[in-house]
């Protein structure tokens, strides 16, 4: 059972703007710990995001952005397109678990 | 290039043991952290644990303390994960993840060796 909470799924046509929301607590994203986010492609390993609440590795496109709010993150994709097809995951860091907790994952389909 | 590749995975009985590795290359092992995250078969992510770049701090999930023991040989660039009593709900893909920040992220991942824990 994750600490982070995410909606299942989410869907947009291509050209859109769609957002997943990660949703903590004061032990986790409240209390002031970096949120990061994970694409998991069909049949691939997760990469890398978005780390730091809102940092982009190099070669991420700037469709995706990042961002913190209490006990909250975002993650909106704009200008959505059919590669962006995936599971995306939040992670924290939990200190009532004193451990790295992920959110539950969301897919987002391009319709 | 960051490169990661984890070895040792497969079909075991429960209650056996099993030892995961990860060779990297690519980049200084010594100077990062690491980790393992598992992912049951349709589920999402879990992490499992983590240890620092010298080894001297390790960090387990509740779930698995006690049976998994983390470690690392800095000579030679590899991760390990030693895995005992295993159990049907261990079954799952373990990824190996170069770790970075603090607290830890993954920045790079393998591919995933495949666990299932099977009578």
């Known amino acids: 059972q994750s600490v982070l909470t995410q909606p299942p799924s989410v869907s947009g046509a291509p050209g859109q703007r769609v957002t997943i929301s990660c949703t903590g607590s004061?032990?986790?994203?409240?209390?002031?710990?970096?949120v990061h986010w994970y694409q998991q492609l069909p049949g691939t390993a997760p990469k890398l995001l978005i780390y730091g609440n809102s940092n982009r590795p190099s070669g991420v496109p700037d469709r995706f952005s990042g961002s913190k709010s209490g006990t909250s993150a975002s993650l909106a994709i704009s200008g959505l397109q059919a590669e962006d097809e995936a599971d995306y995951y939040c992670?924290?860091?939990?200190?009532?678990?004193?451990?790295?907790?992920f959110g539950t994952g969301t897919k987002v389909t391009v319709l | 290039e960051v490169q990661l590749l984890e070895s040792g995975g497969g079909l075991v009985q429960p209650g056996e043991s099993l030892r995961l590795s990860c060779a990297a290359s690519g980049f200084t092992f010594s100077s990062y952290a690491m980790g393992w995250v598992r992912q049951a078969p349709g589920k999402g992510l879990q992490w499992v644990s983590t240890?620092?770049?010298?080894?001297?701090?390790?960090y387990y999930a509740d779930s698995v303390k006690g049976r998994f023991t983390i470690s690392r040989d800095n000579s030679k660039n590899t991760l390990y994960l030693q895995i005992n009593s295993l159990r049907a709900e261990d079954t799952a893909v373990y990824y190996c993840a170069k770790s970075s920040g603090w607290p830890y992220y993954c920045d790079s991942w393998g591919l995933g060796t495949l666990v299932t824990v099977s009578s």
């Open positions: 240890i620092s770049s010298g080894g001297r701090n390790t």
């Open positions: 004061s032990s986790n994203i409240g209390a002031a710990y970096d």
């Open positions: 992670q924290s860091y939990d200190s009532s678990l004193s451990g790295y907790v």
